[in-house]
């Protein structure tokens, strides 16, 4: 998105049963057991239901209610139905396949302003309530810690709800899109809702026949009956619940091929196509681009949405790229700065989609990357040089972190402007620390550390501190005190190689 505007051994997959396999049940005491320890138990259990259900979280800094403890989330397959209104709810079914890290009597979900019709755990019903933003299910009996555990929930999912807060689903002119980025999947759908807990997704669309849906991934199934299509759209990476994009409208969905046969297919206002043509032919010799400065692609397919829409942002949704059509159509926009923006949500594929980040804190390892690179392509594509803008950015950067905080400990937002964490100092304030950085160790190292780290990285997540270990790896040098005055100092470090450049003090506060 650019600035326009439990701790616990997680199981390989190979390690763990599927979905149906047969899960050991607690509570199936021996019938010869002593009278006294069964009644005991029943009151353990009447004493565990009956205590108040309370939001949980993984405890991030800035969002410390997103995310739940107790299990890991391996898929999840969403279902929805869009009756050609986008003013009304959809009905949606969501299920969650999940490995359990610890005994659970209660499970927590992220999910708010939808409507739940029934909770089912293992296939039985279970029972639920809501505190705060979290749906809270109990299920009919503990869930041992290590099974593997699956949730369905059906519910409504609600665009109305949605339209007062930072995202979640976004009416466009013809139908809808999804801005979820950064906690509010969970208004869309019940999940885990924090990057930290990445899974598979499995996304389904029943729209009238005159719609088509797009959604993360590649299409697995089309399925015509009477005057409604279902739409099935399948991923091949693990994808953090604010990246999930789903697109609803009277679109085309234009195809080309991209580097190594990529396929690159991009969804458009049908009456739009031609005259946004011109714009999306430029997507595969971006992904070149791109490719020869960090390396291969780390998804099945690109593309983008252009949404009719006012955001006043941009998205990078995982494999399909969040644009307001005005971007494209307004004469006021120079074509240097919408060609690097539209690299801004590529370079996001490789940096926050495929690399995501361990906790909030690291989002300027998202925003600073995917500025480095917007700003490179238009130094390289359009002669506006990179030394200028990040000059620039210096003489600024002292005001941006009193404003913001330092770029790696971001303040937090405000009640209610969640979007908050996405100021400058995660945006050019991160991209003058790489600038910091390539200075001090050179072009060549620099490079060698991008492409590690995307590589050592790729379909996971990963900390600030990953990047400074793996940055004095690659360099040979101990930078541990280098990025941390750059990352978490009040006060903007020196330049290397520009001791004259200098930074604009903030103003004092008033009193």
Not at 105 to 127: C, K, M, T, W, Y
Not at 146 to 158: E, K
Not at 326 to 344: C, G, N, Q, R
Request: charged share 25%; proline share 9%.
């Amino acid at each position: 998105m650019p600035l326009t505007l439990r701790i616990h051994a997680r199981p390989t997959f190979a390690d763990r049963p599927g979905p149906d396999a047969p899960r050991r049940r607690t509570g199936t005491a021996p019938r010869l057991k002593a009278a006294a320890l069964l009644a005991s138990a029943v009151s353990v259990c009447l004493l565990a239901a009956s205590a108040p259900a309370t939001p949980l979280g993984v405890g991030d800094r800035l969002f410390p209610h997103l995310g739940n403890p107790g299990y890991d989330v391996a898929s999840y397959d969403l279902s929805f139905t869009y009756q050609g209104d986008n003013s009304k709810p959809l009905t949606a079914v969501t299920t969650i396949d999940a490995w359990t890290t610890t005994e659970l009597d209660r499970i927590n979900l992220d999910f708010a302003h939808g409507d739940v019709q029934s909770v089912e755990v293992d296939g039985r019903p279970a029972a639920f309530t809501s505190a705060d933003e979290d749906l809270v299910i109990t299920p009919d009996e503990p869930l041992p810690g290590g099974s593997w555990m699956r949730i369905t929930v059906r519910h409504s999912s609600d665009p109305v709800s949605a339209a007062d807060r930072d995202g979640g689903w976004v009416r466009t002119t013809d139908g809808l899109a999804m801005a979820n980025q950064a906690d509010v999947a969970h208004l869309v759908f019940p999940c885990s809702d924090h990057p930290s807990d990445k899974a598979m997704f499995t996304i389904r669309v029943t729209a009238p026949d005159d719609y088509t849906a797009v959604a993360n991934g590649l299409p697995t199934d089309v399925d015509r009956a009477g005057r409604a299509t279902t739409w099935t759209y399948r991923t091949q990476h693990p994808m953090a619940t604010e990246l999930a994009q789903v697109s609803i409208g009277r679109s085309t969905v234009l195809r080309r091929t991209g580097p190594h046969g990529l396929p690159v297919r991009d969804v458009v206002p049908t009456k739009d196509r031609a005259e946004l043509e011109p714009w999306l032919k430029k997507t595969p010799d971006q992904i070149a681009w791109m490719e020869s400065k960090v390396g291969p692609y780390p998804f099945e397919t690109y593309g983008i949405l252009m949404a009719g829409a006012d955001t006043g942002f941009e998205l990078e949704t995982q494999t399909l790229s969040l644009f307001e059509k005005d971007l494209f159509t307004e004469p006021a926009y120079p074509k240097w700065y919408v060609e690097s923006i539209m690299v801004h949500e590529l370079a996001h594929q490789w940096f926050g989609d495929s690399v995501s980040p361990r906790t909030w804190s690291d989002l300027w390892l998202n925003e600073g990357h995917a500025t480095w690179y917007e700003a490179l392509y238009a130094e390289e594509k359009a002669g506006r040089t990179l030394q200028a803008r990040m000059k620039a950015a210096y003489g600024f950067s002292d005001r941006w972190r009193a404003a913001g905080g330092p770029p790696a400990a971001p303040k937090p937002p405000k009640a209610g402007q969640k979007i908050g964490i996405f100021r400058p100092n995660v945006y050019d304030g991160a991209a003058l620390v790489l600038y910091a950085l390539r200075q001090e160790i050179g072009r060549r190292p620099f490079e060698n550390l991008e492409r590690a780290w995307v590589q050592e990285h790729r379909d996971g997540t990963a900390t600030t501190a990953d990047f400074v270990r793996l940055a004095a790896e690659v360099s040979g040098r101990d930078l541990g005190g280098f990025l941390q005055d750059w990352l978490y100092g009040e006060q903007t470090p020196p330049m290397p190689g520009h001791p004259d450049w200098k930074a604009t003090a903030p103003a004092a506060p008033v009193k």
